[in-house]
């Protein structure tokens, strides 16, 4: 069983900053690859970013391409959304998830809690 609790979320306004993290519960960390997805309201739960296992692969929805970066420190179990230049339809729930490496939730094994993100205009 692995547990993840969010933290960073907050509200921003366009154009600003935030960075979210992840932290792990599990000695094995390193088992796993690691995703963010998003929900906004009445909308489906959507990928955002993943990264492999060791961080030597990531992947981004293009809507965030070049804006957002996903990291991991497996030594601290922990991994990390840092998104700049936020617009205000980023503006949603983030959860991480931890399970296989890809672009589906249905990879994915355990889930955290989520953390809200908004982006004001």
């Known amino acids: 069983q692995v547990q993840l609790v969010e933290s960073g979320g907050g509200m921003v306004q366009a154009g600003g900053s935030l960075r979210l993290s992840c932290a792990a519960s599990?000695?094995?960390?390193?088992?796993?690859?690691m995703g963010w997805f998003r929900q906004a309201p009445e909308k489906e739960r959507e990928f955002v970013a993943a990264?492999?296992?060791?961080?030597?692969?990531?992947d981004y929805v293009e809507s965030v391409e070049g804006r957002f970066t996903i990291s991991r420190d497996n030594a601290k179990n922990t991994v990390f959304l840092q998104m700049n230049m936020l617009k205000p339809e980023d503006t949603a729930v983030y959860y991480c998830?931890?399970?296989?490496?890809?672009?589906?939730?249905?990879?994915?094994?355990?889930w955290g809690q989520g953390t809200q993100v908004t982006v004001s205009s």
């Open positions: 998830a931890a399970g296989r490496f890809g672009r589906t939730a249905t990879e994915y094994t355990y």
């Open positions: 599990a000695r094995t960390f390193s088992s796993y690859a």
């Open positions: 990264i492999s296992r060791w961080g030597g692969r990531a």
